[in-house]
């Protein structure tokens, strides 16, 4: 796996973490990847996944390494739905400051979701909100032009 060498970034909180130099509550660790509790949870079980080598966004992160990342969060989602009994999992990385992202250390959240926990989804498309399929289209061919060719 390509998470044996670990690429730090000096002053990263997460980074900190990973090498011991700061506490963590850990749910899970392998060659690659940590995950450990966030503290400022949202709920409690929020969890964040973290990789081993230092990725300070997720078009960064070395692929392979961000395939383990996500694995790794199925994991930890499973561990949350049998652990504490959540009735769903919301997984959230934030990538860039306009995203929100506040650590600049590539990351997953894992949210425990309960029924009627009240918090809803950023997502929920209002309809008279909806794009035009010229509209999608249109969009679609910029992004698709700006992938470099492998």
Do not use: W
């Amino acid at each position: 796996m390509a998470g044996s060498l670990v690429a730090r970034e000096e002053g990263c909180i997460f980074c900190k973490i990973i090498a011991g130099e700061l506490p963590s509550s850990k749910v899970y660790e392998d060659d690659t990847c940590v995950a450990f509790l966030d503290v400022a949870p949202i709920r409690p079980g929020h969890t964040l996944v973290v990789p081993k080598n230092h990725a300070p966004s997720l078009a960064k992160l070395d692929p392979e390494i961000g395939g383990h990342l996500f694995q790794t969060g199925q994991n930890v989602a499973a561990a949350l739905y049998g652990g504490i009994g959540c009735d769903g999992v919301s997984v959230f990385l934030a990538d860039g400051a306009a995203a929100g992202q506040d650590v600049f250390h590539s990351h997953m959240h894992l949210l425990p979701r309960f029924e009627g926990d009240g918090l809803g989804s950023a997502f929920r498309a209002d309809e008279e909100k909806m794009a035009s399929r010229e509209e999608l289209e249109g969009v679609a061919e910029k992004i698709k032009s700006s992938f470099k060719a492998t």
